[in-house]
């Protein structure tokens, strides 16, 4: 299954030639630090696509500058096919910690044919197929935050690597935070240390890039992208939509923050309360790609780890096929893409068009609202016991 989806892969590649937009992006980053050019005042590609990650993630684009850009994309998808790999087996691992584990070892399938099999399936996920046609590193980013939190708690130099991932693209900042309301003060400190590290080592060869970035890049929502395309799964661009605004203002900022403080309470239950560490992460991880201004569809890799999370619930539980089936359809089939959108077409959607324009935000709120729905009825009842508890649990993924 693995040989036959890669070589499908490969031969869409070369026959559609795929721009990778943004690895010409990290290219053009690389080259500005080569030559000392001004790395946030470039665009490239037809799209005039700027740089907006920080300037530590510049250091990091240099050796592309090395290579031609076809072997450079070359590099970049096999090396996204490896990690997407990679993920899965960290996605079982996280399933490992689930109450009975992730069930593959009472399973007829090893888990290497469990990791090679669902490989050759989620490199067609929509969110990891455009990483691949983007040359995005989306998927590196998830590997370093589930590897680190992965590790047992009080381990040496755990939250270095979130600390890291952090420094490059900054969302995954949103663990650091988890890291110190669930009780690991000592790995979020580890990880604050960890992002100062990259913006020190950015300040030291890019003084004025950093200085420029942090002061006044960082907060120019604009020129990411336009919030109200389909493009963007974020609640802002979910909101722009149903409000036909290019600028939601207060009717998003509003609920974001509600999410925001709601999410992280709900990821800090799970864990420290319910024993539900997976969870926790997954909880964390939705919530920070609802509440960011903007979260293209690529972002939402983390489709991968609550698809693994899910069926490991139904192999614990026997029940929850049609959950998991559900899922998988919602980041498989693409609606995004099918609603118009062309020039403004995407703020003059009928009603009945916005959840085919908006899949993932709406599910993230559904999952969370779900889970935040049982846990506060599992408070009310006084269902302290374990079994109880993961009787309840069982439910809700039924």
């Not at 067609?124 to 998927?139: A, D, H, M, R, S």
């Not at 000592?186 to 420029?212: C, I, K, M, N």
Request: proline letters at 5%; one cysteine or more.
């Amino acid at each position: 299954m693995l040989v036959l989806s890669l070589g499908a892969l490969a031969v869409l590649c070369v026959v559609q030639r795929f721009p990778m937009a943004d690895l010409l992006v990290y290219r053009a980053e690389g080259a500005a630090v080569v030559n000392g050019g001004d790395l946030y005042g470039f665009t490239v590609t037809g799209w005039d696509l700027p740089a907006t990650y920080p300037p530590f993630a510049a250091l990091l684009f240099v050796p592309t500058v090395w290579l031609s850009p076809a072997v450079t994309k070359v590099a970049f998808v096999a090396g996204n096919a490896a990690l997407v790999a990679l993920l899965l087996h960290l996605s079982l691992r996280l399933a490992d910690s689930l109450p009975g584990g992730s069930g593959v070892r009472r399973g007829r399938w090893s888990r290497r044919a469990v990791v090679l099999a669902a490989t050759g399936a989620a490199l067609w996920l929509e969110p990891v197929f455009q990483t691949l046609v983007f040359g995005q590193i989306n998927l590196l980013l998830v590997c370093l935050v589930l590897w680190d939190l992965g590790r047992p708690d009080g381990a040496r130099g755990k939250g270095l690597a979130i600390g890291i991932a952090t420094g490059i693209k900054l969302t995954p900042a949103v663990f650091v935070v988890h890291l110190l309301l669930t009780g690991r003060v000592r790995a979020g400190l580890t990880a604050l240390a960890g992002f100062a590290a990259t913006v020190v080592a950015g300040a030291l060869v890019l003084p004025s890039a950093s200085w420029e970035f942090f002061t006044r890049r960082v907060f120019e929502t604009a020129r990411v992208g336009k919030v109200w395309i389909v493009d963007n799964q974020s609640l802002q661009g979910l909101v722009a939509r149903i409000a036909h605004t290019v600028e939601p203002g207060l009717l998003w900022l509003l609920p974001a923050a509600v999410i925001a403080v709601a999410g992280l309470t709900l990821a800090r239950h799970l864990h420290v309360r319910r024993g539900q560490s997976a969870w926790g992460v997954m909880a964390a991880a939705f919530t920070a790609l609802l509440v960011s201004p903007i979260s293209w569809s690529h972002h939402w890799v983390w489709c991968v780890p609550l698809l693994v999370l899910l069926a490991a619930e139904r192999a614990r539980t026997g029940a929850g096929h049609g959950v998991v089936a559900a899922v998988a359809a919602v980041f498989a089939v693409r609606t995004l893409w099918l609603v118009p959108k062309h020039g403004a077409e995407d703020l003059r959607l009928e009603w009945w068009l916005q959840p085919l324009a908006s899949p993932y935000a709406l599910l993230a709120l559904a999952l969370l609202s779900a889970v935040a729905v049982r846990c506060y009825s599992l408070s009310l009842s006084g269902a302290a016991s374990g079994w109880a508890v993961r009787r309840s649990w069982e439910s809700t993924m039924r």
